[in-house]
């Protein structure tokens, strides 16, 4: 205890908050750059690096020197803004600088920022004694770790920096009306750059208008006309995003698909379990608390609005479910349950209030002592408590992280390989082409993002709005039992990888057929693969190439701490029947449904697939005649919105694009505007009549704008 009372008294000469949340924050954040490229660095830690997703958006939204809209690297391509939903305008600096660097400057600044505004809050705001207000902050921070910093974090850190601001700018009087709307509009700009629209916006501006009503209690109307204006133009600068949202969501597989959320009793126990977890340090202060001070109405209110907010996302799965979740249609699996993030700010606040009843002689009447030496010791034992409390949640963390970095691979690791580098060097002058990921391992290991990394397009990824077709067409694509989301087998448990891996042969993990037909002309993986069309290509990792089942526990140990600093060993297999981006059928047939086409899909060999291109029987009369043609098809310009062909054909034929479908690509054939088609459910059909063609594709959303 001495030892400890001393620590407190060097802490307490330590006047600068600053400083004390930029030790926190070293504290809390090290392992995500401490080995600076090599580091755990990764937001969101599910391997599905969400860092490395942003990398690729940004680096494909300026390819060609042209902002673009169609982001071609996962599943067949989508809208790149209708997948945008986490980074927010900050993510650029994942353009400008290493993609390692710019998540360590976020990860940083998000939980120094986050925490120091917090206590600016309590401190200068609600007048809470410093020592609380410190506390308070570093609540706050704390809870970005126990989230384990996912991507959303940026929007929910702005938040106690917007109701700062916002308040001392409109009670400054020395500002002019005119200077309180133009500092308002700056912050409106500033808000929205680091907000998600569907995981963060629109909660934290419910919290923002909380705040102002219920806590502060503010009353004058002018200031609400310009939190009005901070909130018009926050929305109007995620417009573009918000109609892409509108125009491709319907076309999703959240429009189409069963309900994400079920009304029963475990999904909801586990919500409740998930929201405690992320408040839990908070949650025991402000209960022990409420017993201190049940007559002070700002606690009540902190401490209701956290719970409130905390509990309230528990019934969303009770709506979506009902007759309210399908009248939402596309909108019913949209990120409502997001609306618990607003409350560790709430909770933290009033822990703050917890601590600041020590201050006086407000506790007294419960502790039956006014010796303020007596409630100082109190309220340091509290602190004291508290910070174990947090230290030991983050220890236990940084155990884990430890953990993962050694099993799965940190930063480097997951987005560097000598072999996909060889590939890309062996491939620079191919025509396009895509790559698959299959892994056996029973743990997530591997994933299509890597491949993403070095501009590589893929069959499978996660997206936010993933087109219902490709899933559709994934979903035969992949084998159902050992298939999650839009991945090849990263969820296969223990005992099924070790079947797999006797005899790992693609022909019976996936359809072979129509992973050909979907352009795969090379498959990654760390497992030695057993099946027929499927060639072993030479990469760095080749030569000394040990199965992972052969190894022994202190060779896999090393084998993963080489990964960790010089990149992730595979082996590369190409695919000897893909099929060329752009192909010409020699035949067509015809299905009455979706239904219909899918199941003979499902059972269609390459040779069939090859030849015939298999549409719905209300196009028949959009095709001619075919007689079987041969056929020459070049690729003049291949980028993300443009796409040039020139198709050399002797008759009739259908030019097939195994780029995924949307309503918002058009067809020039000659200069004339053409429609496209649906074809094999999922990807682009045009029909030509001409011996030659000079084939356009564009992709033309209606929020297109060409800068």
């Known amino acids: 205890m001495i030892k400890f009372q001393n620590i407190m008294k060097k802490i307490r000469h330590i006047r600068d908050p600053r400083i004390i949340f930029l030790i926190v924050t070293v504290f809390f954040c090290f392992e995500y750059f401490i080995l600076g490229p090599f580091s755990y660095a990764r937001i969101g830690d599910n391997l599905d690096s969400f860092v490395i997703r942003a990398v690729v958006y940004w680096q494909s939204m300026f390819r060609d020197g042209m902002m673009s809209y169609w982001l071609p690297y996962f599943t067949g391509g989508m809208d790149r803004l209708s997948n945008m939903s986490s980074f927010g305008e900050i993510g650029n600096l994942l353009y400008i600088f290493p993609a390692w660097f710019a998540s360590a400057i976020v990860i940083l600044s998000s939980v120094f920022f986050g925490g120091y505004y917090t206590f600016k809050i309590?401190?200068?705001?609600l007048d809470l004694d410093k020592k609380a207000s410190?506390?308070?902050?570093?609540?706050?921070?704390s809870f970005f770790v126990i989230q384990d910093l996912k991507p959303f974090m940026l929007g929910i850190v702005v938040l106690p920096f917007t109701l700062f601001f916002l308040e001392k700018i409109f009670f400054n009087k020395t500002f002019s009306l005119f200077k309180k709307s133009i500092l308002f509009l700056i912050l409106g700009i500033v808000f929205s750059s680091f907000s998600s629209i569907t995981l963060t916006?629109?909660?934290?501006?419910i919290a923002i208008v909380v705040w102002f009503t219920l806590v502060r209690k503010q009353k004058n109307l002018i200031f609400y006309l310009l939190l009005s204006i901070f909130f018009l133009l926050s929305f109007l600068l995620k417009s573009q995003e918000i109609w892409s949202l509108f125009i491709n969501t319907p076309l999703s597989r959240r429009s189409a698909e069963s309900l994400y959320y079920k009304a029963d009793l475990s999904q909801l126990l586990s919500e409740l379990r998930n929201t405690f977890k992320t408040n839990s340090i908070a949650l025991l202060i402000v209960f022990f608390g409420f017993f201190l001070s049940k007559k002070d109405k700002l606690f009540i209110i902190l401490m209701t609005i956290s719970l409130v907010f905390m509990l309230l996302p528990t019934f969303f799965p009770i709506l979506s479910g009902s007759n309210f979740g399908r009248v939402l249609g596309p909108f019913r699996n949209f990120g409502f349950k997001c609306l618990y993030l607003?409350?560790?700010?709430?909770?933290?606040?009033?822990?703050?209030?917890?601590?600041?009843?020590?201050k006086d002689t407000r506790a007294s009447v419960f502790l039956q002592?006014?010796?303020?030496?007596?409630?100082?010791?109190?309220?340091?034992?509290?602190?004291?408590?508290t910070l174990v409390l947090v230290v030991f949640v983050n220890f236990s963390i940084k155990t884990n992280h430890f953990y993962v970095w050694l099993k799965t691979g940190g930063y480097y690791a997951n987005t560097h390989s000598p072999d996909v580098s060889a590939l890309v060097d062996r491939e620079k002058n191919s025509l396009p082409y895509r790559v698959?990921?299959?892994s056996p391992k029973s743990y997530k290991s591997l994933y299509p993002f890597l491949s993403n990394f070095y501009g590589l397009e893929t069959s499978d990824a996660s997206t936010d709005v993933m087109p219902q077709r490709i899933d559709e067409f994934f979903r035969i694509m992949s084998n159902a039992d050992t298939r999650t989301s839009q991945y090849f087998l990263p969820d296969v448990d223990s005992q099924t990888a070790k079947k797999m891996m006797t005899n790992f042969d693609l022909n019976n993990l996936v359809n072979t057929s129509l992973m050909s037909l979907f352009n795969v002309k090379f498959v990654l993986t760390d497992h030695i693969i057993n099946s027929d069309g499927f060639e072993l290509i030479q990469t760095p990792s080749v030569s000394e190439w040990k199965s992972w089942t052969d190894m022994k526990e202190s060779e896999k140990i090393k084998l993963k701490l080489e990964e960790n600093f010089f990149g992730k060993k595979l082996l590369v297999y190409e695919n000897k029947n893909s099929f060329p981006r752009f192909f010409l059928a020699k035949k067509v047939e015809f299905f009455d449904t979706d239904n219909d086409l899918l199941n003979a899909l499902s059972d269609a060999d390459i040779k069939r697939l090859r030849e015939t291109v298999f549409l719905l029987k209300q196009y028949t009369d959009k095709i001619p005649e075919m007689n079987g043609v041969d056929t020459d098809v070049d690729v003049i310009e291949y980028s993300n919105d443009k796409i040039k062909l020139k198709v050399e054909t002797d008759g009739p034929s259908v030019l097939v694009i195994s780029n995924n479908f949307t309503p918002f690509w058009e067809v020039y054939v000659d200069g004339v505007k053409k429609e496209i088609i649906p074809a094999y459910h999922a990807l682009m059909a045009v029909s030509l009549e001409r011996n030659n063609n000079e084939v356009e594709l564009i992709y033309k959303p209606p929020y297109v704008v060409k800068l």
């Not at 002592?369 to 408590?385: A, G, P, R, W």
């Open 122 to 125: 309590g401190h200068e705001i």
């Open 342 to 358: 607003v409350s560790p700010l709430f909770f933290s606040l009033a822990a703050g209030y917890v601590f600041n009843y020590f």
């Open 369 to 385: 002592k006014t010796n303020k030496d007596y409630l100082f010791y109190i309220q340091n034992i509290l602190i004291s408590i």
């Open 436 to 438: 698959a990921i299959i």
């Open 201 to 205: 916006m629109p909660f934290v501006a």
């Open 134 to 141: 410190l506390i308070a902050g570093i609540l706050f921070s």
